[in-house]
Every structure is written in structure tokens, then in C-alpha cells.
């Protein structure tokens, strides 16, 4: 199969695999195959099977990661070998150094069998066949109109089909506590930005881009001004948190902000802080970034301008561009005196190590490392004093409640672990037990499911040895879970300390047509508006721009212990494609459809995100064409 060139050498080894039955060329058998192609292939390899650059499309994540693109299936250049078996082992197994997954587990033998004399018959006759994708809906969806809410500033490179050439890069808007009045908004590019709700007048209140010197919003999708959050007494300290990318290549002088950018920031005292787990040497600083929490005081909240000073809390550092360190939240129920009050949880991706071969590939299992994680630490040092430590950077605390904090080698700021990229958060607040929330992750799978996760004290969630209810090799092959369901607890890449049996998630939907490429964030609707959402938990997929709710009641069963136990999802039908192809023409984008592209989305990525406001309604922001969206009627 002509897939990357790279690997001819190390798959032709494999020659000698037999194929359960010889391929069928029945017109049945043919006909299911090209009908599992188009579901499972199309996407990556064109319609035809004439490869990416030939059906006219790149996928913007291999194109910037420099990978080879998905090659033409009809032309005698089969890259990894041209028998039967050849064919079917790399279908079966995927390339996943060259982000072809696998579709062991997701189809059968003798489906596989079927999509090998498909792809046989590309060659001579690709049209002979033709068999429609089923098109059967669940007669349970429901219709919601979307209202135009708001249009952000264009801050993204309008010239490009890739996801860079996004109108927009907003992703969190959060209501400033108080009044209720105004929203905070963040862009990736670097502006943190203030909108007022009756005027619809927006301030730009920061802008990271002017004021940090390494500051960096480019190179993979979560980079820049990722995230901020309310410090619990807001209102009465002005105390706010954010979080920051920086880059560590080719970056000249300090990273202390610029003095004089923000002409009521006082700096004085600001001190920068060692990156956390940054290695003696870097082996390849092209890819390596730095992520920082920075603690902001505005002396006088209310006004759109920023006046008062800043510490940094927490600089970490990550050995690759994509899946970086990207939530930061606090317990919102959380009252002064409780365990958690002023603690923060941080949710961390695993920077691309689970697909790489090698001791990086474990990273989001051991123990000494941060990667594919949710952290838990004491942002202001004058709270919890008798009950944590201080860090090894003296400027925040652990509380000494952490799971592995007498664990000698283990990071102390583990809360769980064994995640891909839990890169958003939420809480549920059970109203009958008000004060033990719910914390949830919303966690972005690699080969077969995006899923979200109800985060425990301590809990091992299994990756990469584990993706939704499967197991995973190190070759990303997808199989059933063994009988002896248990993981080695991984201190390091060499030392274990014991077996655990993983916690498996409790939502989930396929990289499959219908479901998506990434989950986005979701929330438990809390407003008044909407009786049918009411119970219930809203999330979607970045690409696809796809809405689904679960019943929360389900999603809190699903945690039984059982793998094979999820909460039943049902889809909110919008024409949000619609709409945001039809605004991002209208707002000059530089192409006819959306930039970038994805395996299940196909050309044009929604690159959606969900919020919340204080009365529990909620929104969508679509960088696409940088709109935000209020939900409207639901039918």
C-alpha cells in the first residue's frame, strides 16, 4: 500500500503474514469494501483512493509536522509491500509513525479482507463499484438553532487553507465575577479581552503577544494565550490566573515582561522561575516550549484597564508542540477551610510521547514525569501552610493530600494520570451533595475514541496501554482488554512499584463518520432556557463541529468498573457548518471553505469550542470564521 515511503524497509519484514482468508472478489464483497473505504479511508486518502494532494486537500497537522500525506491508492507504488497480506497487516495495524491508524478492533478480518479487494480493484475499474454509506439517523435527535452572538477580531492569517488561517483563535469566555455584566475572552494570538453584554463594545485588556518576550501562538493548535481563571475571591482581591506558552528556541534576552507594554503593570518583584522538569539538554529545541501560570492582582477590577502587579507561579516545561499543559481550574464550591479551597487542578496533555516509540512513549503512565496528567497544587502561598509544601520553585504549594507525595520519585503535584490530553476540565455540582463535586476531563484520543473521564484521586486511566474500552500496543494496534485487566504502576521508564487496574471513561464516540477527530469541552447545563438539556451534559468535537448530551444520571452509572459500560450520547442537529462557511466567505476568508482539515471532518475544520455563563446558558465560539454563537431553540 502506497502509505510512507520511510517505512518500506521495516514493514517489508512482515511479508510472511497470512491472511485469515484469501480477499473476495465477489461484487458483495467488493461492494462492502469500497462502502468500509469511504467511512474509514476516503477522508485521508480522496474519494477515488487518489491521495490527498490529488483529490486537493493537505491535513494540516501531518503538513505541519512534516509528515508525508496520504498517497495515491490506484497507482503500481505500493510503499509497503504489493501482496494481499502486505496490504492487510498495514490496514489492520495502521502506520502510526506516519498517523495512519489502525482499524484492528473497529473492523473484522473479513471486513479488512473486503477493503484489501477494494483497494485492489482501485487500479483497473475504481468506479465499477458503487455502495452508498448508510445514511439511517437516530429518530432521538433533536434540532437546535444557533443565534449569532458576537464577531471577534480577525487575528488569524487569512492568505491559508491550514488551520493558522482560522479567523479567530477565541476558546474561553468566562463570566468576570460580580455584577455579571461583562465577559473575559481570551484569543490564542494574545489578547485577553474584555466584552461588555449590553454594548457589545470589546477592550482589549492584556495582549501576551506585546508583553512576553518569548511568547508563542504558532506551531501546532494550543499554543499562545491558552487560558485564565478567577482566583475564588475575585471580587474582593481582583486575583486572577493565566496561562501562556513560550518558546525556548532561538529566543534572545529575558523572558521578563516587557516594562512600559501594560502602563499600570508594576514589575517590580517579578521574578521569572525555573522551568519544572526541564532536562540538562534538549535534544531538539525546534519543539520545545514552556508553559506559565502567571498571578495577576488588578488593583482596581471594574474598569477595562489592567492596574496592579504579577508573579509567576508555575513555568513547565514541555518536549514537544502538540498536546501541551492547557486547563487550569478551581473547585467551585470550595469554601474557605475545606481541602480544596484555593486549589487548582491542571489538566495536561502528553505532548505527543504516547505515539512515539521508545521511554517517551510511557510518559502519561510514570510517575516521574508530567505529561498526560491532572495536577493539583496551591497557586497563593499563604493558603493550606500546615497541610502542603512548598515546590521546588518556592512559588506555590502541594497540598500533602496528593496521592503521591510519599511515593520517593514520583512528581508530588499527581492528582491522576495515564491521560492523553485532558485538555478541559468542568465540574458537576450534584444538588443533592452540593460540597463533593464532580470533576470531569475531556480527554483527546489517538487511534479509535475521544472520551471523557470522571477524574479520581490517584486513578491510572490506562494510556497508552488503553484508549476508550480497547487495549493498545505500542504499534497503536487495537485489541479487546485482556482478561487480566491490570498495568504496571511505572515510576520511571526502567522501575515499577506494583499493578493497578485501570479506570476506564465514562462517554465516548469513534473516529468514525458521525463521531470526530477531537473532543472539544462540554459543560453540565445549569439554565433555565432549555428544558430537553436539562439533566444533562453538553459537549462536542472540535473538527466536525458535531453537539452531542448525555444524561448526567448515565454518565455518573457508567462509572462501574466495567470498560464496556458509556453513557448513551444523543446528537443536537445544528447547521453550524452552514453558517460558518457562509460568515467566513462574508468575512473575506482567503478560501471557499473553511481552512484546515481533518481525518473525520474532512477539508474544513469548525475548530469549535463551548461556553458557559453564569446562568448556565451556553455558547459556541467557531474559530473558523470567529463567531460566537448562543444556543437558541431547541425542537
Not at 160 to 184: C, H, N, W, Y
Request: hydrophobic share 35%; with cysteine; glycine share 10%.
Amino acid at each position: 500500500m502506497s502509505v510512507y515511503k520511510s517505512l518500506l524497509t521495516s514493514l517489508a519484514l512482515f511479508a510472511t503474514v497470512i491472511l485469515p482468508v484469501q480477499p473476495q472478489t465477489s461484487p458483495e464483497s467488493l461492494a462492502e469494501g469500497k462502502s468500509l473505504y469511504d467511512v474509514n479511508c476516503a477522508n485521508c486518502h480522496g474519494d477515488a483512493g487518489e491521495g490527498a494532494k490529488k483529490a486537493g486537500f493537505e491535513i494540516s497537522i501531518i503538513a505541519e509536522r512534516g509528515g508525508i500525506q496520504p498517497p495515491d491508492l490506484t497507482d503500481s507504488d505500493w510503499d509497503h509491500g504489493s501482496t494481499d497480506a502486505e496490504i492487510f497487516k498495514v490496514v489492520k495495524e495502521g502506520i502510526p509513525a506516519g498517523m495512519m491508524p489502525s482499524l484492528n478492533g473497529r473492523l473484522s478480518d473479513s471486513q479488512i479482507e473486503n477493503v484489501v479487494a477494494y483497494l485492489r480493484s482501485l487500479a483497473s475499474s475504481p468506479n465499477d463499484v458503487n455502495s452508498p454509506v448508510s445514511t439511517a439517523t437516530d429518530t432521538s435527535e433533536i434540532t437546535l438553532e444557533l443565534e449569532d452572538y458576537f464577531e471577534m477580531p480577525i487575528t488569524g492569517d487569512m492568505s491559508t487553507d491550514r488551520v493558522s488561517g482560522v479567523l479567530a483563535r477565541g476558546s474561553i469566555m468566562i463570566d468576570e465575577p460580580g455584577d455579571k455584566q461583562r465577559f473575559f475572552l481570551n484569543d490564542l494570538t494574545g489578547p485577553l479581552y474584555i466584552l461588555d453584554k449590553q454594548t457589545k463594545e470589546l477592550t482589549t485588556y492584556l495582549n501576551f503577544a506585546g508583553l512576553f518576550p518569548n511568547f508563542t501562538a504558532g506551531f501546532g493548535y494550543a499554543a499562545g494565550m491558552l487560558n485564565f481563571v478567577f482566583d475564588p475571591e475575585y471580587e474582593q482581591n481582583g486575583i486572577f490566573y493565566t496561562l501562556h506558552m513560550e518558546n525556548v528556541a532561538d529566543t534572545e534576552g529575558s523572558a521578563t515582561p516587557k516594562a512600559g507594554v501594560v502602563s499600570g503593570l508594576n514589575l517590580e518583584g517579578y521574578e521569572l522561575t525555573e522551568p519544572i522538569a526541564k532536562p540538562e539538554t534538549v535534544q531538539d529545541t525546534r519543539f520545545a516550549r514552556e508553559l506559565v501560570i502567571v498571578e495577576w492582582k488588578d488593583e482596581e477590577i471594574g474598569n477595562t484597564t489592567f492596574e496592579g502587579s504579577a508573579r509567576e507561579v508555575f513555568r513547565l516545561f514541555v518536549p514537544g508542540l502538540f498536546h501541551p499543559f492547557n486547563e487550569i481550574t478551581f473547585n467551585p464550591v470550595a469554601k474557605a477551610g475545606d481541602a480544596d479551597w484555593r486549589v487548582m487542578y491542571l489538566g495536561i496533555g502528553d505532548a505527543g510521547t504516547g505515539e512515539r516509540p521508545g521511554p517517551m512513549r510511557m510518559h502519561a503512565q510514570r510517575l516521574d514525569t508530567y505529561q498526560g496528567k491532572v495536577l493539583r497544587i496551591i497557586p497563593m502561598l499563604n493558603e493550606h501552610t500546615t497541610t502542603s509544601t512548598i515546590s521546588e520553585n518556592g512559588q506555590y504549594r502541594i497540598p500533602n493530600d496528593n496521592p503521591f507525595v510519599s511515593v520517593e520519585g514520583a512528581r508530588k503535584e499527581i492528582w491522576a494520570y495515564g491521560l492523553r490530553n485532558p485538555h478541559r476540565l468542568t465540574w458537576y455540582i450534584d444538588p443533592d451533595q452540593p460540597s463533593d463535586p464532580v470533576l470531569l476531563a475531556f480527554n483527546i484520543g489517538l487511534v479509535s475514541w475521544e472520551t471523557v473521564a470522571i477524574i479520581k484521586k490517584g486513578a491510572n486511566y490506562g494510556y497508552p496501554l488503553r484508549e476508550g474500552n480497547l487495549a493498545m500496543s505500542e504499534g497503536n494496534g487495537m485489541s479487546p482488554i485482556p482478561a487480566d485487566d491490570t498495568i504496571p504502576i511505572l515510576l520511571s521508564d526502567t522501575d515499577t512499584i506494583g499493578i493497578v487496574k485501570p479506570t476506564y471513561t465514562v462517554i465516548k464516540y469513534p473516529h468514525a463518520p458521525g463521531g470526530g477527530d477531537a473532543i472539544a469541552n462540554g459543560f453540565v447545563y445549569t439554565g433555565t432556557r432549555h428544558k430537553a438539556l436539562q439533566g444533562t451534559i453538553v459537549f462536542g468535537d472540535i473538527t466536525t463541529g458535531h453537539i452531542w448530551y448525555a444524561k448526567i444520571k448515565d454518565v455518573l452509572a457508567a462509572e462501574d468498573g466495567d470498560p464496556q459500560t458509556f453513557a448513551p450520547i444523543i446528537e443536537l442537529k445544528t447547521n453550524l457548518r452552514e453558517l460558518s462557511e457562509e460568515t467566513y466567505r462574508k468575512r473575506g476568508g482567503g478560501s471557499e471553505g473553511l481552512p484546515g482539515r481533518g481525518a473525520i471532518a474532512g477539508a474544513g475544520r469548525l475548530d469549535i469550542r463551548l461556553a458557559q455563563d453564569s446562568e448556565g446558558e451556553l455558547y459556541v465560539i467557531t474559530k473558523g470564521d470567529g463567531m460566537i454563537r448562543k444556543f437558541g431553540s431547541i425542537k
